[in-house]
């Protein structure tokens, strides 16, 4: 039982909640996802089972699309609909062009700072226990890459759009900000995560479909295999022999595979088969050594 659950996540369910639910009906211990969605949010959720939770960081990696209901006028502590309401500003001012205009400044590299109701630690704590003690701390503000920001429609107060961004992005405070750039305050009203690197809502399963999957023996049918979130690396097919010490986790020569070289990956890692297709590990290249270390082995 080893690839990867495509879960369109319900609101109300912390993203621990679904991952405890897949190994309770697999049976399988070894079980993660790939990006937390606030118990408010709901989308597409990856969960690894088995052998798939060696290349979760893979997929925390990837870009991911959201979309997101801001309402404007009101401002809360925990920036999304769920908060007490710290701020109400006036709206009558406010159009589609000057929204468009402010969603300007977001696009790009930003600098973000994550809210005090986050799992981000502080001195090995989560902002957000030390929130609902009540208690404020200084955080750090982060850089997030938004890729594409996009206004979908404005009906007053709420706003629609569309995020495009990397990992690390935090969508509520995208709001927060916005509300500030603004002069008026605003929250996330709403969210949903649309994509997740390969993975699209559209092909996403609901928990009731998942329970029937495993209920009835078809679940198999909802696993993607493990390589699927790796296609952007070249595939390598190595020798018997190269496969003996791969497995060992050794470093190994490939021919004509550095990167940059012709007929090479021209990346960092690539993708390692033995002569039957059996995927066996993710290398990574050491320049210095002129090798390829496997980085995750995964037979």
Known sequence: MDGILNINKPRGKTSFSIVAMVKQLSGEKRAGHAGTLDPEATGV???????????????????????ARIEFGVATDTYDNSGQITRQGDTTGINRKQIES???????????TPPMYSAVKY?????????RAGITVE??????IIHRLELISWRKPVATVEVECSKGTYIRSLANDLGQALGCGAHLKSLIRTRCGLFDIRDAISIS?????????????????????????QAIVVSDATEEIIRKGSPVVLENNSPGENGSPGQKHCRAYSLDGRFLAILRYIPDKGMWQPKKVLV
């Open 209 to 233: 479909q998942l329970e029937d999957a495993f209920g009835y023996g078809y679940w198999q049918h909802f696993v993607y295999p493990i390589d699927m979130v790796l296609q952007q690396y």
């Open 139 to 144: 955080r750090k503000s982060r850089t997030a």
């Open 102 to 112: 402010a969603l300007g400044s977001f696009r790009g590299s930003i600098q973000q």
């Open 123 to 131: 001195h090995g704590q989560p902002l957000y226990k030390l929130a």
């Open 45 to 67: 959720l990856p969960v690894c089972i088995g052998r798939g939770t060696r290349i979760i960081e893979f997929l925390v990696d990837t870009t991911k699309t959201y979309r």
